[in-house]
């Protein structure tokens, strides 16, 4: 979540440290490399904003805000603007864009919505070619949990229809299930707890955190799973089931384990271990 900037000079191999602060991210060349379009963290209003500065000198020229990196497109006919293609929410946006005076050149426009994109690294599903063709995906699959016996035939519902990221723990005493949603609020994921036998459902965490992998207490009263923030280090913390919810942060990840994902719980309730990228 936090890194430096490299420049590899193509001739040689050498490697050399940029002056991009710390807390940026996906930086690429406006077209005759003398800018750098960038995304950072923006302390004071506790969003990202997209950035441009020239090059090598490094003075940064703040511009629009935005929940996704931001791409580059070239006009498409001389005497037209350039764009800035990135996402606000689940809605792909452009802005048009004065790349020789490196300003914004009038209001931004929707182009696309329900663009997935995964909040937690600014990752979008879309990308925009140097000839004006722009590829996107939009919508995220749905689906349901059902129970199976081993010779694949349905036997129950577990929950309604939604966008499951896939990641699953049932208890140990069975009644109750772990799953992880997609959420296109923040393009994040959400843990939630389902009964066994799909009449009730819990939510357990919301933006602007977001949370990945829950894996069962041995006893069943707590769960662990993988939390970070827009800004912050991803941690592994735990969650009181029952009672005042209490959460717990038991390790917090840093420049080199850049996830903190468990992966299981011991029997005996000792140890967790989990994955740190």
Known sequence: HHSNYDRVLVESGSLSE??????????????????????????????????????????????????????????????????????????????????????????????????????????????????????????????????????????????????YWGTLRVSADGRRVAAVVFNPENGGTDAWVFDANGRESRRLTFPPEVSRRPVWSPEGKRLVFGKSLPNGSPELTTLDLDGNGHEQTLHQAGPDTPHALPTDWSPDGRFIAFDNG
């Open 18 to 163: 940029t002056q991009v602060g710390k807390g940026t991210r996906w930086p690429q060349f406006l077209p005759g490399g003398q800018h750098l379009l960038y995304v950072a963290f923006d302390t004071a209003l506790q969003r990202f904003r997209a950035m441009v500065s020239d090059y090598p000198s490094f003075k940064p020229v703040p511009l629009m805000e935005t929940d996704s990196m931001v791409q580059y497109a070239p006009p498409r006919r001389p005497g037209e603007p350039a764009y800035l293609l990135f996402l606000h929410g689940a809605s792909l946006v452009a802005q048009p864009f004065d790349p020789d005076n490196l300003r914004l050149a009038g209001e931004p426009f929707p182009i696309a919505q329900n663009v997935i994109y995964y909040g937690a690294t600014l990752s979008p599903s879309f990308s925009v070619s140097s000839n004006g063709v722009l590829v996107y995906q939009a919508g995220f699959p749905i689906s349901e949990l059902k129970w199976y016996d081993r010779a694949g035939k349905e036997v129950g519902i577990v929950s309604r229809p939604a966008a």
